[in-house]
């Protein structure tokens, strides 16, 4: 336990220490590198647990080892274990590792005194892909903005969500999966501890993340293990409140990962699979394709019941939320897959999927011709993807939270990238480098676009200053940002050139998903 005068004394060291570039951990001191401009102080590759190798894999994050020399925290660590799964994430790393849990720190406090915000960033990838050296994700501009910004790695696919029958019964609690979750909470608890000395009030922390970022904020906010450890969350595009398609249950994912163990592996014994080397796993899990299987599961312990159980119980943290999603969440290609869009086809499609609930799916999804049917495909299916899961936490948390509720619809298209010949529009992802400030030079951006980044990275930041996206008092050139409220229409921040609130137009379509996906 460490005593109230070493904090003290350890704050005290770090008021004039920051501004040299050095802070004192509760496990050694670091030392990091300034931004161009010598205003953000940048502290990278930080351990916040232990390695989780040899007898700690598959098992809940570890205490890091102390260190006494100056630890240079001046690259990122390694990014854990992972395939070539997404062709849009460059890394800056010096590679995958199964030693990878370390965390990176941006922040713009001349010293401890600065009592300044902080925001914890969790990456998307799927569960399975991901990493904090990514540029899009870099955390320079945002600290700018007046806060700290964190982001962490967390173990993926069969390292962070491997279940096992015999994972429980050694768990000392009867659970097995999630181990990247409670890295992602181990990381919060570092915060907790050492955040102060980096000029951070460990009292005022905002989580956020993108895709499988954000269905980790819905689980953190849910789990009792990690509710407690900030005071605001931002959702962008995803949640673990259940889509359209049924969770496995834990019993399903121990049968089908012990199936996968003997028949890839060779094994199913835990002994002889935490033998076996990490490149081993990985090259089976990518010869089958398989990673998709390893998943947030509810394990009894991290999450003791579904996380849209807890919510729908009011049991998770009562702290305001701000999420969203994007235009273009899906693609018509799910629908019509080479075809070319056709009512003939739409309608076909819709009859298969929706049975007897045709009619009325066909009423919410509304095409008049075949060009139509382009833009309505892709609304259905980025709504099946990720919106519906995503509306159905502002909602729930609107109705049990017992706090505001902010709301987005991000709209601003990205220019389109060499050899392309169709615009994207507002993909999935293609919020990130907006909210981060770091859009790709190298693209034909539009007049406005770097002004709305501006006012995103502003939203967000402002939101995590006092848990409202407006910050105090008027902000030139920032549109109000009403709340999400039944009172008030339901109004949603259109994020575009200019960003606009305007009450939701498109309700209707997911009060229709969620009756039908009852049924199911």
Same mark, same amino acid.
Request: glycine letters at 10%.
């Given at each position: 336990?460490?005593?109230?005068?070493?904090?003290?004394?350890?704050?005290? @060291?770090?008021? #004039?220490?920051?501004?040299?570039?050095?802070? #004192?951990?509760?496990?050694?001191?670091?030392?990091?590198?300034?931004?161009?401009?010598?205003?953000?102080?940048?502290?990278?590759?930080?351990?916040?647990?232990?390695?989780?190798?040899?007898?700690?894999?598959?098992?809940? =994050?570890? %205490?890091?080892?102390?260190?006494?020399?100056?630890?240079?925290?001046?690259?990122?660590? $390694?990014?854990?274990?992972?395939?070539?799964?997404?062709?849009?994430?460059?890394?800056?790393?010096?590679?995958? @590792?199964?030693?990878?849990?370390?965390?990176?720190?941006?922040?713009?406090?001349?010293?401890?005194?600065? !009592?300044?915000?902080?925001?914890?960033?969790?990456?998307?990838?799927?569960?399975?892909?991901?990493?904090?050296?990514?540029?899009?994700?870099?955390?320079?501009?945002?600290?700018?903005?007046?806060?700290?910004?964190? +982001?962490?790695?967390?173990?993926?696919?069969?390292?962070?969500?491997?279940?096992?029958?015999?994972?429980?019964?050694?768990?000392?609690?009867?659970?097995?999966?999630?181990?990247?979750?409670?890295?992602?909470?181990?990381?919060?608890?570092?915060?907790?501890?050492?955040?102060?000395?980096?000029?951070?009030?460990?009292? &005022?922390?905002?989580?956020?993340?993108?895709?499988?970022? +954000?269905?980790?904020?819905?689980?953190?906010?849910?789990? =009792?293990?990690?509710?407690?450890?900030?005071? @605001?969350?931002?959702?962008?595009?995803?949640?673990?409140?259940?889509?359209? %398609?049924?969770?496995?249950?834990?019993?399903?994912?121990?049968?089908?990962?012990? &199936?996968?163990?003997?028949?890839?592996?060779? #094994?199913? @014994?835990?002994?002889?699979?935490?033998?076996?080397?990490?490149?081993?796993?990985?090259?089976?899990?990518?010869?089958?394709?398989?990673?998709?299987?390893?998943?947030?599961?509810?394990?009894?312990?991290?999450?003791?019941?579904?996380?849209?159980?807890?919510?729908?119980?009011?049991?998770?943290?009562?702290?305001?939320?701000?999420?969203?999603?994007?235009?273009?969440?899906?693609?018509?290609?799910?629908?019509?897959?080479?075809?070319?869009?056709?009512?003939?086809? *739409? *309608?076909?499609?819709?009859?298969?999927?929706?049975?007897?609930?045709?009619?009325?799916?066909?009423?919410?999804?509304?095409?008049?011709?075949?060009?139509?049917?382009?833009?309505?495909?892709?609304?259905?299916?980025?709504? %099946?993807?990720?919106?519906?899961?995503?509306?159905?936490?502002?909602?729930?948390?609107?109705?049990?939270?017992?706090?505001?509720?902010?709301?987005?619809?991000?709209?601003? $298209?990205?220019?389109?990238?060499?050899?392309?010949?169709?615009?994207?529009?507002?993909? !999935?992802?293609?919020?990130?480098?907006?909210?981060?400030?770091?859009?790709?030079?190298?693209?034909?951006?539009?007049?406005?676009?770097?002004?709305?980044?501006? %006012?995103?990275?502003?939203?967000?930041?402002?939101?995590?200053?006092?848990?409202? $996206?407006?910050?105090?008092?008027?902000?030139?050139?920032?549109?109000?940002?009403?709340?999400?409220?039944?009172?008030?229409?339901?109004?949603?921040?259109?994020?575009?050139?200019?960003? !606009?609130?305007? =009450?939701?137009?498109?309700?209707?379509? *997911?009060?229709?998903?969620?009756?039908?996906?009852?049924?199911?």
């Amino acid at each position: 336990m460490i005593s109230r005068l070493s904090i003290a004394l350890t704050l005290l @060291s770090s008021v #004039t220490a920051l501004a040299a570039g050095v802070v #004192t951990t509760d496990k050694g001191p670091v030392s990091g590198t300034a931004s161009a401009d010598s205003k953000i102080h940048i502290f990278k590759g930080i351990p916040y647990a232990a390695p989780p190798v040899g007898d700690l894999r598959w098992k809940a =994050p570890q %205490q890091a080892a102390s260190w006494n020399t100056t630890l240079q925290a001046t690259e990122f660590g $390694p990014r854990c274990m992972q395939g070539p799964i997404y062709s849009d994430m460059i890394f800056r790393d010096k590679g995958p @590792s199964e030693n990878c849990l370390h965390l990176n720190v941006w922040t713009p406090a001349a010293s401890a005194n600065a !009592h300044l915000p902080v925001m914890v960033w969790i990456y998307g990838g799927g569960f399975a892909a991901g990493a904090t050296s990514e540029p899009r994700q870099d955390g320079e501009n945002l600290a700018h903005k007046g806060v700290i910004v964190v +982001s962490m790695n967390y173990r993926l696919g069969i390292f962070g969500f491997f279940t096992h029958p015999d994972l429980a019964k050694e768990s000392g609690h009867n659970s097995t999966g999630n181990y990247g979750l409670m890295d992602q909470a181990a990381a919060l608890e570092w915060v907790k501890k050492n955040i102060a000395a980096f000029g951070g009030d460990p009292e &005022k922390v905002t989580i956020f993340g993108e895709s499988a970022g +954000s269905m980790s904020v819905s689980a953190l906010m849910a789990s =009792p293990l990690s509710k407690d450890l900030f005071r @605001s969350a931002i959702g962008e595009s995803g949640s673990l409140l259940g889509g359209l %398609q049924k969770a496995p249950t834990l019993q399903e994912t121990e049968a089908a990962n012990v &199936k996968f163990a003997k028949e890839d592996l060779g #094994t199913d @014994s835990l002994q002889e699979l935490r033998a076996k080397p990490a490149e081993e796993l990985m090259q089976a899990v990518m010869k089958n394709r398989r990673g998709g299987r390893f998943s947030a599961t509810v394990d009894g312990y991290f999450l003791p019941e579904s996380v849209r159980d807890i919510f729908a119980g009011g049991r998770q943290a009562h702290v305001p939320l701000l999420a969203g999603w994007n235009t273009d969440e899906g693609s018509y290609h799910t629908v019509f897959g080479k075809e070319k869009p056709s009512l003939e086809l *739409y *309608y076909a499609w819709m009859a298969k999927r929706f049975g007897d609930d045709a009619k009325a799916a066909l009423a919410v999804y509304p095409a008049a011709d075949d060009a139509a049917t382009k833009r309505t495909a892709g609304d259905l299916a980025g709504d %099946q993807f990720i919106a519906f899961s995503t509306w159905r936490w502002i909602e729930m948390h609107l109705a049990t939270g017992q706090s505001k509720v902010f709301r987005y619809h991000f709209e601003d $298209p990205t220019p389109l990238e060499p050899g392309e010949t169709e615009s994207r529009g507002a993909y !999935h992802s293609s919020d990130i480098s907006f909210v981060f400030k770091t859009q790709r030079k190298d693209l034909a951006w539009r007049a406005g676009d770097k002004k709305l980044s501006d %006012q995103m990275a502003t939203y967000w930041s402002n939101f995590a200053k006092t848990g409202d $996206p407006n910050g105090p008092g008027s902000v030139p050139d920032l549109p109000k940002w009403p709340a999400y409220s039944v009172e008030d229409n339901y109004q949603v921040m259109h994020l575009n050139v200019p960003p !606009h609130a305007a =009450p939701t137009g498109n309700r209707a379509r *997911y009060q229709f998903l969620e009756t039908w996906s009852a049924k199911q």
